[in-house]
């Protein structure tokens, strides 16, 4: 017969529910009367409530190709690395993410001040990116500690141009802001390469 297997039904209708509504005071049961199903369900497919906002995440992540268009923009090495990170940043803060970024940040702020029930998004959170910027500057011929350290540099600027973003809604200023500090980074990036 075919058809959409129940738990990704429900894992599409928690996407879209805490896309629109967020998660502060979300409870299982009222999340479960409200896409048609109940907790003890929500319990069955995704093991906690902390598991089930994190999957959702993921799930909503999907939802919003710029991120993946710009991250990937970071592989290209026939591309200058300046104009890899300017692309990269363009499509985190492609305004189509805005929901997105919001809701990630909602669920970091949980994350932080409810230590051992996020474990497994704090850890995604602290080294996705990360890796993926060390992979791509270390490519550059920059060696692998040194990729790394860049890279935590160049993500923790992203995620408070992300703050910024958010707080301001003023996506041009923030690019203007940004425009430099890739420069920069982009010119450490060579000098590391050549030492």
Known sequence: MGGEPERDRLLRLIADYVLEHGIAGMTLRGLGAAIGTNN?????YFGSKEQLIGQAL??????????TAGM???DDPAVPLVDRLLAAWR????RENLPFLQLFFEVFGQAVHNPGRFDDFLARVGHDWTNQVAKALHAEGIPAA???????EI???????QFDLLSTGDADAVAASYAGTAAAFAERCRAAAQR
């Open 155 to 161: 993500v923790a600027v992203w995620r408070g141009l």
């Open 91 to 94: 499509g985190v803060a492609e």
């Open 146 to 152: 040194e990729a790394a350290a860049l890279a935590r």
């Open 58 to 67: 993921a799930e909503a992540a999907q939802r919003f190709p710029a991120f």
């Open 40 to 44: 003890r369900m929500l319990l069955y």
């Open 72 to 74: 990937a923009a970071l």
